[in-house]
């Protein structure tokens, strides 16, 4: 119980620092070594699940967007944002976790996010960001690792489909408490 409120207060509290945006540590879960990720401050879209994230994107004319589902538990992700630099453009989704043993990726629900941003539209490389506090994203003991993929029944796969590996890349962010 003390778990679940804990990632609750987190889930609530990253939300507010990601939407005002700064500067946060991160780390490629596949390679050695932490870069940094400058976010702005961004407007705050909320929508359904049968709203298309295109549309909420693409009608975005007032700024960065950052978006969140109004369903709590949306699976795949916890919010999504477009990052922009001189440098590189991608998309970047969101999942909140305090878990130091990790967030299985629903791997159905990956996909339909994919697919709802066409690389005809969208930049095609796409970061899934694990956003931690302190003691998961520094935990020596436990350092968190690249997430495996479970299917619609919640089993274990290490089929990792080919839109998947082909786009996605996972991340560690660090949010200061």
């Known amino acids: 119980m003390v778990g679940a409120l804990r990632g609750q207060t987190f889930e609530a509290y990253a939300h507010r620092l990601l ?15 932490e870069e940094e990720l400058e976010l702005p401050t961004s407007n705050l879209k909320l929508w359904k699940e049968s709203s298309p994230y ?4 693409e009608n975005t004319i007032e700024g960065p967007c950052y978006l969140k ?3 709590k538990n949306s699976g795949a992700i916890d919010s999504l944002t ?10 970047v989704g969101f999942q909140m976790t305090c878990n130091k043993t990790g967030h ?13 941003l066409p690389t ?3 930049p095609r490389k796409f970061r899934l960001y694990f956003v931690l506090p302190p003691d998961v994203y520094d935990s020596s003991s436990a350092y968190f ?29 660090r949010v200061p408490v």
């Open 19 to 33: 939407l005002r945006g700064g500067t946060f540590k991160t780390r490629k879960l596949s390679a050695p070594g």
């Open 54 to 57: 295109t549309e909420l994107l």
């Open 69 to 71: 589902p109004m369903n």
């Open 82 to 91: 477009i990052h922009r630099n001189d440098n590189e453009e991608f998309v």
């Open 104 to 116: 299985p990726i629903k791997r159905h629900l990956l996909v339909n996010v994919l697919k709802a």
């Open 120 to 122: 005809s539209k969208f």
């Open 145 to 173: 690792v690249e997430q495996i993929f479970h299917t619609e029944k919640g089993q274990e796969t290490q089929n990792v489909l080919k839109e998947i590996e082909d786009r996605v890349e996972q991340w560690a962010l």
